[in-house]
């Protein structure tokens, strides 16, 4: 038995969080290897978890999980600026909670039939 994308999606995006918590907030690992991780993990973890939330969206998901990423981690940014409350850190662990209760929602959704 295969299993498709919308299966795996939401261990995709708790993997990314595993691996951008254990990365960005442990500093055992530096340089390319943190960036390249980092990078991923803002650029696809959060809207993942959120577009699918949005219904079917056919072949743009991964442009429109990209821009959802971008402007969940810029209004992030934003209020902790504006509000002098600015943590790298902080701002990484809202990312990674919004991602996983994104990705639960998924799992814990109703079951939309395939059309036949």
Known sequence: MTRDWAELRPAA???L???AGIVG?????GGVARATVMLAFLLLAPG????????????????????????????????MA?????????????????????AALQVAGPRRAEPG
């Open 13 to 15: 995006v708790a993997g």
């Open 17 to 19: 969080c595993l691996l």
């Open 25 to 29: 907030l442990g500093e055992a690992i």
């Open 48 to 79: 993942l978890a959120l577009v699918p939330l949005l219904g079917r969206v056919g072949d743009g998901e991964l442009a429109l999980a990209a821009g959802i990423s971008l402007g969940l981690d810029t209004a992030i940014a934003l209020i």
């Open 82 to 102: 504006v509000s002098g409350a600015w943590s790298a850190k902080g701002a990484l662990v809202v990312l990674i909670a919004i991602s996983l209760l994104g």
